[in-house]
């Protein structure tokens, strides 16, 4: 069973009463949806005003946002406990916002092995082009193995964690402290830890989401956001975001903020799901381990338990070494109700293989096995542990048939 600490805080709350006019007014219950590029102004004074209201939530043309886009500022802001959000048309684009806000060339920045793979295309395909120098590192380095890896010219420090497909936790407060020291920002994907990781309270500079997952939480919308928490960072967040004409369709947040009214009551059985079926992997024969923050004894366990109010319902499952990744697409291929398909955080079940489809090159990036990664959605468990049985019946039947 999980400890008494995987039951989320009391938050849920604000989530159907923030970004949007609640109280006893004759309105909708939902914000209205705005569209629209032009704004017209009161008059010529009042259009010489604009460049300052970039940085406010002040409309004056559309790419600046409009009260649906503010609403949902706002209420991701809240969220992830910080001051500014901006919005941005997928959570690819959030990361590369943020690191484009915060790197010139001739910069060093040091990146975890573990990051998500097409934010590590990126790096590699574009950002290092511009003179950017990127180094990964070891998502399981502490600070003091991370220290000698900082040079002068190192100006961000970016953290994923608990990292893609391998699930690593980060000391996140001691790795920013470091990265402090040596005068560099630290940015963090924050995806998997939603609502019960607070990137503020340990020293994160700038936090990245994709609300793609749990928060539009109905596989229909690509989104991202970018959270801070210090006007000075706003500043230089909104630059770089307008500057590459960062944009969200307002039909695309108005979605995601009808989501988020439903998030607390969504993970809360993603994740009661997920740990019970992790604890059922777990005592499988076939499995060497799963890697679920969330799950006692599993690695980062402690970390998590320290840091974070809960989990989501995203985890890996590593197969003893004699399972091949013939036999493990055989089980995956059985499976009826979970999807093969990328992406987290829907209402439905995901399987994919891992095997050949990540990168490692400054950690080893064995675990003794192939790596199955599971998304658990919100069927019921005891339905997806018997798909689960069946799958592993058709790997036993797969191996003897080869
Ligand atoms: C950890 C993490 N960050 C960012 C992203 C990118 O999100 P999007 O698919 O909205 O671009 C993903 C997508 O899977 C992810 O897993």
Redesign the pocket.
């Known amino acids: 069973m999980p400890d008494d600490k995987t039951t989320a805080q009391s938050l849920a709350t604000p989530l159907p009463h923030s970004g949007r006019s609640s109280g006893r007014t004759r309105a909708f219950v939902n914000p209205p949806l705005h569209r629209g590029s032009t704004m017209l102004h009161v008059d010529t004074a009042d259009r010489l005003h604009d460049g300052s209201r970039m940085y406010q939530q002040s409309d004056t043309y559309g790419v600046y946002g409009n009260a649906t886009h503010h609403a949902l500022e706002n209420l991701v802001a809240e969220i992830e406990g910080g001051t500014r959000c901006q919005i941005t048309s997928?959570?690819?684009?959030?990361?590369t916002t943020a690191m484009l806000a915060y790197l010139r060339a001739g910069d060093h920045c040091l990146v975890p092995d573990s990051v998500?793979g097409?934010?590590r295309d990126f790096i590699d395909d574009l950002l290092n082009n511009f003179g950017v120098v990127t180094q990964y590192y070891d998502p399981a380095l502490d600070a003091a193995g991370l220290a000698p890896l900082f040079r002068p010219n190192t100006t961000v420090l970016y953290l994923?964690s608990p990292g893609?497909h391998t699930f690593e936790v980060q000391d996140v407060l001691a790795l920013a402290a470091l990265a402090h020291e040596h005068g560099a920002k630290v940015l963090l994907?924050n995806?998997?830890g939603i609502r019960h990781f607070q990137p503020f309270q340990h020293g994160v500079d700038v936090s990245?989401q994709?609300?793609?997952?749990y928060p539009v939480g109905h596989s229909d919308v690509?989104?991202?956001a970018v959270i801070v928490n210090d006007d000075a960072d706003w500043t230089r967040l909104r630059k770089a975001a307008l500057a590459l004409g960062q944009y969200a369709s307002p039909d695309d947040c108005w979605l995601c903020l009808r989501g988020l009214r439903t998030l607390d009551t969504r993970l809360q059985q993603h994740f009661s799901s997920a740990i019970e079926i992790a604890a059922w992997l777990q005592d499988r024969p076939e499995v060497k381990q799963v890697l679920f923050p969330a799950l006692p004894g599993a690695p980062g366990h402690a970390l998590w338990k320290r840091d974070f109010t809960g989990a989501c319902s995203l985890f890996g499952v590593v197969f003893q070494p004699e399972w091949t990744a013939p036999d493990l697409n055989a089980l995956i291929d059985a499976l009826e109700l979970f999807g093969i398909g990328?992406?987290?955080g829907g209402f439905e079940s995901l399987a994919i293989p891992t095997y050949g489809t990540i990168t490692r090159t400054a950690s080893s990036g064995d675990f003794g096995g192939l790596i199955i990664r599971i998304h658990i959605g919100l069927e019921d468990p005891t339905d997806l542990i018997a798909d689960l049985r069946q799958g592993f019946a058709t790997l036993h039947h797969h191996r003897r048939s080869t």
């Open positions: 997928s959570g690819l684009s959030a990361a998500y097409s934010t994923e893609s994907d995806t998997w990245i994709a609300l793609t997952k690509l989104l991202g990328s992406s987290w």
